[in-house]
């Protein structure tokens, strides 16, 4: 889909950074933002900032793990702008550590906000698109982690191998409709956003108050705040999204090592081998 002066762009995360970044570049290539977020201060100061620049967009508290929430940002955008052309699902959240350690409430949180936020935006959004007859693109955000594994982080890849397997089928589903609707899947390596204190957004519903932490979480946790770090721009991650959206790309890695990774683990299975524990840079 060509992104044109006017087309209206919806970002969940969009409060930090890939979502931040994915908003920052839809407003400056003239598009109208609707910007979604569950942290209410984060999300008013990636509005601001777009404002200040001379664009427009507009915020909208959502937690995308709630299927009304989701309907709600679907009915926002529809009503402030008239219709959604780029839709980037790209809220999620990290709860690392053993994963016979993570409590259901873990599992759930990470589940809940990881894939069914894409599944509440495949039920809130695509009958809307399909009934505008498009031009629509949609973009869902999973990892590395959705394609290849490693120790200590269960829930969260679980979780990123359905936000892809949900992706390709939304994709098959979407051809098989002939419907005017581009689908990618971005699929990043490492980048420097704040996704190691992710705990920060938990909502009530997913605490589980007679947890303790474990050893096992705190020294992931930590681990992932040095890498993270060290990651790429969530802006050179943005212009790839906006890259592949415009040349119809499905997947969008972020480094040259995706090539690699996923032909370790082609070959790990061709050979019926134990899986390769992937190093993401
Ligand atoms: N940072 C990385 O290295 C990396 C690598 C691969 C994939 N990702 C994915 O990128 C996406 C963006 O994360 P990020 O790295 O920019 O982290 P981030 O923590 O900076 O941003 C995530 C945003 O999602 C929001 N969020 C959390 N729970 C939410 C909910 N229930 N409803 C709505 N919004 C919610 C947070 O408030 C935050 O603004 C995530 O899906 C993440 O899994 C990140």
């Given at each position: 889909m060509q992104i044109e002066q006017g087309m209206v762009a919806v970002v969940t995360g969009a409060g930090s950074g890939i979502g931040r970044a994915l908003v920052e570049r839809a407003a400056a290539r003239g598009m109208k933002v609707v910007a979604a977020d569950i942290e209410q201060p984060q999300l008013d100061a990636t509005v601001e900032a777009v404002t200040a620049a001379g664009g427009e967009a507009i915020g909208v508290r959502t937690d995308v793990s709630e299927p009304a929430d989701v309907e709600r940002l679907a009915d926002t955008a529809w009503s402030t702008f008239g219709g959604v052309n780029l839709l980037c699902n790209n809220a999620g959240v990290f709860s690392g550590g053993l994963m016979w350690e993570r409590t259901l409430a873990d599992w759930e949180w990470v589940m809940g906000v990881n894939l069914y936020g894409l599944v509440n935006a495949v039920k809130a959004f695509v009958p809307r698109l399909l009934e505008a007859g498009g031009p629509a693109h949609i973009v869902n955000t999973a990892s590395m982690g959705g394609l290849v594994t490693n120790a200590f982080s269960g829930p969260y890849y679980t979780s990123k191998f359905a936000a892809v397997g949900l992706t390709e089928c939304l994709a098959h589903d979407l051809q098989a409709s002939g419907a005017p609707v581009g689908v990618s899947v971005l699929v990043p390596s490492l980048v420097a956003t704040g996704i190691a204190t992710?705990?920060?957004?938990?909502p009530e519903r997913f605490v589980d108050r007679t947890a303790v932490p474990g050893a096992d979480e705190e020294f992931v946790l930590a681990a992932m705040v040095d890498s993270i770090g060290g990651g790429m721009p969530p802006t050179e991650v943005a212009a790839l999204v906006f890259d592949a959206v415009e040349n119809e790309r499905f997947w969008i890695p972020t480094k040259p090592s995706y090539h690699d990774q996923i032909r370790v683990r082609h070959d790990d299975m061709q050979e019926l081998r134990h899986p390769s524990s992937a190093q993401l840079d």
């Open positions: 992710s705990q920060r957004n938990r």
